[in-house]
C-alpha cells in the first residue's frame, strides 16, 4: 500500500498537536506497520519532518517560518504537489487539515482525520472570516471515510454535519513527551508548590475560570503557586484579572520551553489542571499521567473517555465543584497516589504504534 499525506499542517506548523500526530502516524505507518509513505510538502516548515530519521519519504524541502509565509506557501504547495504525486503514486491520500481542494489523484482512496468540533461548538471564540468551519465540511463531504480522534467528536461530528456513520471511524491518539524520568535535571526553581495547567487558555479552555477557583480559595491562593506552561504570555486582560481577583503577578506565572523543562514542571507539580470546557482528545492529561503528575479535570466532552478512572474530576461549569476537586487531591496524599498509580495503567491504552495500526486496518477497510 502507498501512503501519501499531504502538505496542509506541515506548511503551516512548526510544532503543534495536529503536525505532531501526522507525523507520528506516518512514521508509525513505515515503522510499526512496514507500510510505503510520503509526505508531499514541497515546501514545509514543521520541525518534525526537518528532523526525521526514519524510512519516511519526503517530497519537500523545509523552509524558513516568517510572518504571513503560512498562506504563501500552502497557495504555492497546492500548484507544485501535483508531480510529486504523480510520481509517487498512491493508493492512499490522508489530508492533515481542511481545505476545499485536494491533491488527491481520482485513482487514491481520501481519508481526513477531524480533530474536534471546536469552530462549530464555540463558533463565538472565532472570527467570522474563519474559513476553519466551512472547509472542514467540504473535506469531510469529500473524504472516502473521516477518522475522529475521540468518540465525542465522532458523535458531533455526525449530528453537526450529518454524517453518515458508517463513513466515520475513532482512532484514539498517542502522546509524544519521550523524556524519561530518570534523565530529567531539575531546572525548576520554585519557593511554594505548584499545580501546572498546560496550553492555550483562551475562550473554551476555561482558564479564566480557574483563575476565579484560584483566587477565592485560601488554601490554593495561599499555599500554592499556579504554573502556565506554553500558550503565550499571559495577556493583558488576563494580567488585569489577575489585578482585579488580587492575585499576586508572582503567584500566576508563564513559562515556555522545550520538551524538557514541560517534563520537569510534570514531575514536580503537585497536580495538573485541566479545566477545559471541550477536547477533541486532550493529550496533556496523558503526558501528567506518564510522569506521575495527578490529574484534576473536566467531567464533559471526550476527556472521561480519555482519561477514565485515572482523575479527579468535575463540572468545569460549576466554581464550587473545581475548587473541591483541586482541594481534595492538594490536601489528601493518598488520593494523589491511587491517581498515580491509575495513571500509570490509563498511558498504556495510548500509543502511537496503536494509532498507526488501526489507522492502516481503516485504510485496507477502505480500499476493499
Known sequence: MKIAFDHQIFGWQEYG?????????????????????AVISPLYVNRYLAEATSKLRIFGVQMPKLPRTGR????????????????????IVHETYY??????????????????????????????????????????????????????TRRDLIDLFGVNPAKTSVVYLGFTLTTHSELLQNHIQ??????????????????????????????????FDLICFGGGELTSREKTLLQKLGISKDNVRHVSGNDQLLAEHYKS?????????????????????????????????SIPEVVGDAGEMFDPSDSESMRMAIERVIEDS???ETLIVRGRERIKLFSWER??????NVYRQVLS
Request: aromatic fraction near 12%; charged fraction near 20%; hydrophobic fraction near 40%.
Open 17 to 37: 498537536g495536529v503536525s505532531r500526530y501526522a507525523y507520528e502516524l506516518a512514521v508509525g505507518l513505515v515503522s510499526t506497520c512496514s507500510q510505503e509513505v
Open 72 to 91: 504563501i506557501y500552502r497557495a504555492i504547495n497546492w500548484f507544485i504537489a501535483w508531480p510529486f504525486v504523480k510520481y509517487f503514486h498512491p493508493d
Open 99 to 152: 481545505s476545499s481542494r485536494t491533491i488527491a489523484p481520482k485513482s487514491a482512496k481520501v481519508i481526513l482525520t477531524v480533530y474536534d468540533m471546536i469552530h462549530e461548538r464555540f463558533s463565538n471564540d472565532f472570527s467570522l472570516a474563519d474559513p476553519t468551519s466551512r472547509e472542514k465540511a467540504i473535506a469531510v463531504a469529500r473524504a472516502d471515510h473521516v477518522i475522529c480522534i475521540s468518540e465525542q
Open 190 to 223: 520554585q519557593t511554594r508548590p505548584f499545580l501546572l495547567y498546560v496550553g492555550n487558555r483562551g475562550g473554551y479552555k476555561n482558564f479564566e475560570q480557574l483563575l476565579q477557583v484560584y483566587a477565592t480559595s485560601s488554601l490554593l491562593k495561599n499555599d
Open 269 to 301: 507539580a503537585r497536580a495538573f489542571i485541566y479545566p477545559s470546557l471541550y477536547e477533541g482528545f486532550g493529550i496533556p492529561p496523558l503526558e501528567a499521567m506518564s510522569f506521575d503528575c495527578p490529574v484534576i479535570c473536566s467531567n464533559v466532552s
Open 334 to 336: 493518598a488520593l494523589r
Open 355 to 360: 494509532c498507526a495500526q488501526e489507522t492502516l
